[in-house]
């Protein structure tokens, strides 16, 4: 792009991936084959949320949105600010490098992306030429706010629950299918597996179609004096079909976990995020569905007594640091070098250290076009992105994405 050759924002961590209260650590790199004139080069750090939809149409459509800023901070890489006068600065053909250190807030949700809203969080650098159009180049990030399942008393909670549903009309009704559907605790971290226990008995008198168990996550979005609701389907398994008369049992099926935010999305008032676990019985005929639904809390670390009950992903050496966050009110880490792109440790708890720390993969939905309005066609650096999540492979087979 004329007299520039490449425009870079590099951040130390290898995965870009980091929790509130952490230091971002980088450097923007400038490289020109020619003196360019320009006010300035400053680098901005960013992280927002909002929502936003339509509901009608025509001239009875509605436009719906809320935002909400955690922080917009400029720093000054080179040269003057915009506002300021003064001689402009001429920057000779080259290679520039320009360290930079930025301190996230420690009150900050999970990065977050759906249909109809957002947390975001990322770096854009302007080099500020005057009487021409700024360059600009971008670089998102992921900011992981803790969730902590040895915090929450429901995490270790068995749920159960039962239904029956009796097919058919007043004058040719047939027996009822009964179902019970149950997990041993409501507390899961990614990569984990659910261990499923269902039974179905089949009174009527035709054959159930099938059952299926889902992972569905139930997002709620909010602006002043409305709300919006969406599901998407995460992780799905599924039996055949049952004879009339006859049982079905699911005796230890195992639904793993996908890459998934935090749920609550916890500092954020507009988003919430819950997860919903449904055995579904699909009866003969046209009837409607027998459904059961059970909660279950998605964390990111995970449950002391999960990972005392199995040794082989015990790993006494994942002690070596941890993010502020991380840690009890009043009490301090010992470091601040917390890497997760390289040689990272869990970021779990002290007692907890012997947990073979997680990875960070892309959340199971993929990447989005994060590019906004007001957004300046010369745009350079990520623009297509998604947001990645602790998961924990602990040697489970991943299950399908539903149809």
Known sequence: MGKLNSFVIVFSQTQDIYYPGQTIRGHVTVDLNDTMKMRGIRLRFEGKAKVEWEEGSGDNEKHYS???????????LDGRGSEASGAELHLAAGLHTYPFTYQLPEQIPSSFE?????????AKCIIDKPWKFDHETMKPFTVIYPLDL?????????????NSKTV?????????????????????????????KAEIDNMSNGQIESSSVTLTMETTFRVK?????????????????ILMGEHDYW??????????????LRCCSIIDVKYILMLTVRPPGLAFDLNIQLPVIIGTIPLQSV???HPAIMHPAASSSFPPSAYPPG???PTDTFSPGAGFASPVYPQQRSALPPSYEECVFGKVNISEEGDSKYLQGVTEYAPAYAYYDWGHKPTGLPD
């Open 114 to 122: 759906a249909k109809y809203g957002n947390v975001r969080y990322f």
């Open 150 to 162: 040895n915090e929450d008393e429901s995490a270790l909670m068995p749920v159960k629950e039962s």
């Open 225 to 241: 004096h409305k709300t919006k609701y969406k599901q998407n389907k995460v992780a799905k398994l599924k039996h055949g079909s």
């Open 331 to 333: 009490e301090t880490p």
């Open 307 to 309: 990972i005392d009950s």
């Open 66 to 76: 809320a935002k909400e800023k955690y922080f917009k901070d400029d720093i000054l």
């Open 251 to 264: 005796n230890g099926d195992q639904l793993v976990i996908p890459p998934l935010p935090p749920s609550y």
């Open 168 to 196: 058919g009309c007043l004058c040719c009704e047939s027996g009822p299918i009964n179902a019970t559907f149950a997990i041993d605790r409501q507390g899961y971290v990614p990569g984990e597996a659910i261990i499923l």
